[in-house]
């Protein structure tokens, strides 16, 4: 996602220099949480994020793209060569109103896009290009290439095997087609992969999912309009993100259909800008993008530095094979399950292919990273793990300076998107997180209520406090989703062969029509 961060404080360089007893007196009460849940949560976050021996590529990052590898080749290369039909479905072209459902493709992409576009894109790029040069932004591409298979394999699956009520709503995600699908195979296990699935996408939704985005967008907020606390932030966020969500899906659906377009278009436009003014670079900057991938250009780890960062920015960007969208996606209104995993192989596409190309290009163009005159290789920092840059910036700043050389007041447009897309994020996994929720705890109005007030109440605490070791613990927890996902659905693979081929068949045939709107 956009959320991995290591926002830990060095509090023993602190308890080196003072006694227990002053240690205690001084810390505030954000380091002493922070002390105690790292403690308690420490191992679990080493774990998931552990790197390979002898290197720093983490294991969760090979995890994504091996899986997301195996489903390009097993289903064909679906996202090539069902890329126009994805387009048409998304157009409503296909849709037949009478299918069951709550929300129109276009929403589904919506929400689900509102829930991996966030920070990531943003201030994670800029943490890749940094460390890995241009050459990571390849890298980043072809990873986000290949995820457009995983969202299609985990969303298709969502929509097979939700669970449709009465009333017209749908319950449905990984937690669903773990336990009626595993089912179905007669294969033992899927209840207790669906249990943790749905802790660990609860935990997701109450940290990574709410608590940081509220925490940035305080951050950002405060660092143009002036200091001031933080909890204020929280609560008008928390107020403003409960009117939407106490409407479910419907209503968060209707705004991320509108919020999601005009960020797109704020950052992409802007972004657009910065390329118009520097048009006779882009030849240039694609120049480096390739030659970095391969050659490394002598940034920090050169060609397996630049893989590596590319790797796990898209990894971490768009979530493909985390089952969070296929949550998102089980409420589309449709009858055929391949047509949301069609749908959903376009989020990839948008999320890591356009919006975090954009952010490198600017960065690239901006020649906010020091090449060496003579070599024309890139200029490591003094700690020799990144490529130095002017002023010293990096992360969000980095990006900031890249655009303010061109646009002197694009902090200002970067705050707005800071603050949409931290408000499509809450939104979109508040809805992850209650369906997580009631599938623990049960359906209904009393339950429902209860998870959408504790998600509130976290995000004035996010907002309020510095709580590093809870969103890293958070962060995990969302990654863990995606060990229990991917496992699934290594198993459920061959059944969404098996709608693959049906699908396709009768769309060949003409069976499969589309609608007058």
């Given at each position: ?15 080196s220099?003072?006694?227990p ?7 505030s009460?954000?380091?002493r949480v ?8 420490g ?14 590529f983490p294991w ?5 793209v091996?899986?997301?590898?195996i489903?390009t080749?097993?289903f ?6 069902f ?6 479905l ?6 037949d109103?009478?299918d ?11 929400t689900?896009?509102?829930?991996t ?19 990571a932004?390849?890298?980043m ?6 995820g457009?298979a995983?969202?299609?394999?985990e ?28 089912k ?9 992969l669906?249990?943790?699935f ?8 109450l ?9 940035q967008?305080?951050?950002q ?7 001031y ?18 409407g ?8 991320t259909?509108?919020?999601v377009?005009?960020?797109?278009i704020l ?15 882009i030849?240039?900057?694609?120049g ?13 780890g ?14 971490f ?8 969208a ?7 209104r ?9 749908v959903s192989?376009l989020?990839?596409l ?21 090449i060496d005159?003579?070599?024309?290789t ?12 002017i002023?010293?910036?990096s992360g969000?700043?980095l990006t900031s ?6 646009i ?5 447009v970067l705050a707005?998107?800071?603050v949409?897309?931290?408000?499509s ?8 997180g ?8 049960g ?7 209860v998870?959408?007030v504790?998600?509130c109440?976290?995000i ?30 290594y ?27």
């Amino acid at each position: 996602m956009k959320t991995y961060q290591k926002l830990g404080l060095p509090l023993a360089a602190l308890a080196s220099t003072v006694t227990p007893a002053m240690a205690q007196e001084a810390l505030s009460l954000d380091d002493r949480v922070n002390a105690a849940f790292a403690t308690f949560t420490g191992p679990f976050v080493s774990l998931i994020f552990a790197p390979f021996p002898g290197t720093n590529f983490p294991w969760i990052v090979m995890w994504l793209v091996v899986a997301a590898t195996i489903f390009t080749f097993y289903f064909a290369f679906v996202q090539l060569r069902f890329f126009s039909h994805a387009i048409a479905l998304v157009k409503g072209d296909y849709s037949d109103p009478n299918d069951a459902g709550e929300v129109s493709h276009f929403q589904a992409l919506a929400t689900a896009l509102s829930g991996t576009v966030g920070l990531g894109n943003i201030a994670g790029v800029a943490v890749a290009v940094g460390i890995g040069g241009p050459g990571a932004t390849f890298w980043m591409i072809l990873a986000g290439l290949l995820g457009m298979a995983s969202k299609f394999t985990e969303c298709t699956l969502g929509v097979k095997y939700r669970n449709e009520y009465e009333d017209g709503t749908v319950s449905g995600g990984p937690m669903y087609y773990m336990s009626k699908g595993f089912k179905e195979l007669g294969l033992p296990g899927g209840k207790v992969l669906a249990v943790l699935f749905s802790i660990f996408c609860i935990l997701g939704a109450l940290g990574g999912g709410n608590m940081f985005q509220a925490n940035q967008a305080h951050a950002q907020i405060s660092g143009i309009v002036g200091d001031y606390p933080g909890w204020i932030t929280g609560v008008i966020f928390a107020a403003v993100v409960f009117a939407v969500i106490v409407g479910g899906i419907k209503s968060i659906a209707t705004v991320t259909e509108k919020v999601v377009p005009f960020m797109g278009i704020l950052y992409v436009g802007a972004s657009l800008v910065i390329l118009a003014v520097n048009y006779n670079l882009i030849g240039w900057a694609f120049g480096q993008i390739f030659a970095g991938a391969f050659t490394g250009l002598g940034v920090a780890g050169g060609f397996v530095g630049a893989l590596i960062q590319g790797f796990k920015r898209a990894a971490f960007s768009n979530e493909a094979g985390v089952g969070s969208a296929a949550i998102a996606h089980s409420a589309m209104r449709t009858n055929e399950p391949i047509t949301e995993g069609f749908v959903s192989l376009l989020e990839p596409l948008i999320d890591t292919v356009v919006i975090c190309t954009m952010t490198a290009l600017v960065i690239i163009i901006s020649q906010q990273l020091i090449i060496d005159q003579e070599t024309g290789t890139y200029v490591l920092n003094e700690a020799g793990t990144a490529i130095a840059t002017i002023g010293d910036t990096s992360g969000v700043a980095l990006t900031s300076a890249a655009f303010g050389s061109a646009i002197s007041w694009f902090p200002y447009v970067l705050a707005i998107a800071v603050v949409l897309f931290a408000f499509s994020t809450m939104i979109s996994w508040s809805y992850y997180g209650l369906k997580a929720w009631t599938y623990l705890f049960g359906e209904g109005q009393t339950s429902e209520l209860v998870f959408k007030v504790i998600f509130c109440i976290f995000i004035v605490i996010g907002a309020a406090a510095s709580l590093g070791p809870v969103i890293d613990f958070s962060d995990a927890a969302i990654f863990a989703m995606a060990v229990v996902n991917i496992t699934a659905l290594y198993f459920l693979m061959r059944l969404v062969r098996v709608e693959l081929k049906s699908y396709s068949a009768r769309l060949a045939s003409g069976e499969i029509r589309k609608f007058v709107h």
